[in-house]
């Protein structure tokens, strides 16, 4: 028979202890979610007497590819694609479509950066669904850029020939 039990919480994700067990000595996280916590250790003896709470901190950061450098390094390489595709386009009018689709792609990528940028500023807890309007709230403040570039997409020399 073991002796000492043990219960936790993780502080920033739950709000209850766990049930004093012999088997919460190994605290095992499957999934947590970006940002920070404290997990709570306390241990009961076979007396009954109870440890005081000891804390550790945990910061759970975001995976590089929802990193705000990440984004920005996409952004930089669709826009180089958008500006040799430009390029191409003007030469050979079949390239025109590759144009505009990696000046979509582009677009999304300054909306996912933009979001990145401000998840990073802004610590809120979200859902899917939280996360859906706040993109379509980046979305509408792009779309004036994203108009832009379609209009200079389309005035692009036409190919001579």
Known sequence: MKA??????VRGLSKDW?????TNNIVNFSYLPTGSYKLEIQTRDLMGKISKVEEIALKVEPPYWKRSWFY?????????????????????????????LLSMLTVIMVIQLVQAA????????TSP????FIQVAIALLVLPFETYLRKFMLRAPKPVG
């Open 4 to 9: 000492v039990e043990y219960r936790y919480n």
């Open 72 to 100: 920005l390094i996409e952004v930089i390489f669709f826009g180089a694609m958008v500006f040799l595709s430009m390029r191409l386009s003007a030469g050979n009018n079949k390239y025109r479509i590759v144009s505009q």
């Open 18 to 22: 766990t049930s004093w067990a012999t």
């Open 129 to 132: 669904v939280i996360d859906f």
């Open 118 to 125: 401000v998840n990073a500023q802004v610590s809120i807890k």
